[in-house]
T-cell receptor, first 118, second 113 residues
């Protein structure tokens, strides 16, 4: 079965500091996409960053970057210069094709609750 | 540009009733996916539709059904509601193709009493 594991239920970081959220996944697919989504208390799921599995270069979006280790099936998210607005639940997900039907689906981890402290 | 919209935002039903949730995708997106998020868990895939056809179905009972309309909006129907159907139902839209990225709406919170 394809799974996504986020082993840190909660993390805390001081404002302006750096924090890394961990994610590992298990898939037999060779072509897939990885995502980090943020879900604040408003419950809206917001895309943070995306990584194509065929690309060796790690994705970066402003203060957010990933460390993608394909062989280890690891996909961690680094948040630099943390801000109060970064406080949210963070979900790691990967997208694989649906063999019958031709669609795609996201499989999510259980999430990491990030707290940002003054 | 407007994002994904969902209606209603909140809904309270009783066991055995039926519910219909609605979703409008981002303009230009032709694919809609539905997810169920139970409190404290990550979203679980229910359906994906594009071009009005079901392209994928998750591990949900036949009480769950969906459809997509010519304007690419979608409805999710759940029959014979159970207490365990209480959840946040998320709709996501995307372009179709290799570069597909799913963008989520604000969700509909369903409470079954």
């Amino acid at each position: 079965a394809q799974t996504v594991t986020q082993s840190q239920p909660e993390m805390s970081v001081q404002e302006a500091e750096t924090v890394t959220l961990s994610c590992t996944y298990d898939t037999s697919e060779s072509d897939y996409y990885l995502f980090w989504y943020k879900q604040p208390p408003s419950r809206q799921m917001i895309l943070v960053i995306r990584q194509e599995a065929y690309k060796q270069q790690n994705a970066t979006e402003n203060r957010f970057s990933v460390n993608f280790q394909k062989a280890a099936k690891s996909f961690s998210l680094k948040i630099s210069d943390s801000q109060l607005g970064d406080a949210a639940m963070y979900f790691c997900a990967y997208r694989i094709p649906i063999l019958t039907g031709g669609g795609n689906k996201l499989t999510f981890g259980t999430g990491t609750q990030l707290k940002v402290e003054l | 540009d407007a994002g994904v919209t969902q209606s209603p935002t909140h809904l309270i039903k009783t066991r055995g009733q039926q519910v219909t949730l609605r979703c409008s995708p981002i303009s230009g997106h032709k694919s809609v996916s539905w997810y169920q998020q139970v409190l404290g868990q990550g979203p679980q895939f229910i359906f994906q539709y594009y071009e009005k056809e079901e392209r994928g179905r998750g591990n949900f009972p036949d009480r769950f059904s969906a459809r997509q309309f010519p304007n690419y909006s979608s409805e999710l129907n759940v029959n014979a509601l159970l207490l365990g159907d209480s959840a946040l139902y998320l709709c996501a839209s995307s372009l179709v193709g290799v570069e597909e990225t799913q963008y989520f709406g604000p969700g509909t919170r369903l409470l079954v009493l």
